[in-house]
């Protein structure tokens, strides 16, 4: 099994950034593809950001494309997200998620195994 547990959220000003970071806990953490996914209130669990498990591969949502960076270090079993460039829009609470899914970096998230609690992220106008 594995834990995930986000941190790094907080209130922002449109423009600002914010360092997201997710410790996973438990075996095999570096076969794992690692994704972000946030949910606004009201809305949907949304696609945010995907990366492969030997970090060679990312996606992004084509919402958060140019701004934010999605990386992994498998010797800290950390993933982070860097946020850039926020705007009020980006407003949500924020999950880590893992899954063993191997075949492509997955963008629903019926597809990953394991999610944090997540981390509120506002951005203020």
């Known amino acids: 099994q594995v834990q995930l547990v986000e941190s790094g959220g907080g209130l922002v000003q449109a423009g600002g950034s914010l360092r997201l970071a997710c410790a996973a806990s438990g075996r095999t953490f570096s076969s794992y593809i690692m994704g972000w996914f946030r949910q606004a209130a009201g809305k949907e669990r949304e696609f945010v950001a995907a990366?492969?498990?030997?970090?060679?591969?990312?996606t992004y949502a084509d919402s958060v494309k140019g701004r934010f960076t999605i990386s992994r270090d498998n010797a800290k079993n950390t993933v982070d997200l860097q946020m850039n460039s926020l705007k009020p829009e980006d407003t949500a609470v924020y999950y880590c998620a893992a899954t063993t899914f191997t075949a492509y970096l997955p963008t629903t998230p019926t597809r990953y195994q394991y999610w944090g609690p997540g981390t509120q992220v506002t951005v203020s106008s």
């Open positions: 990366i492969s498990w030997s970090g060679a591969r990312t």
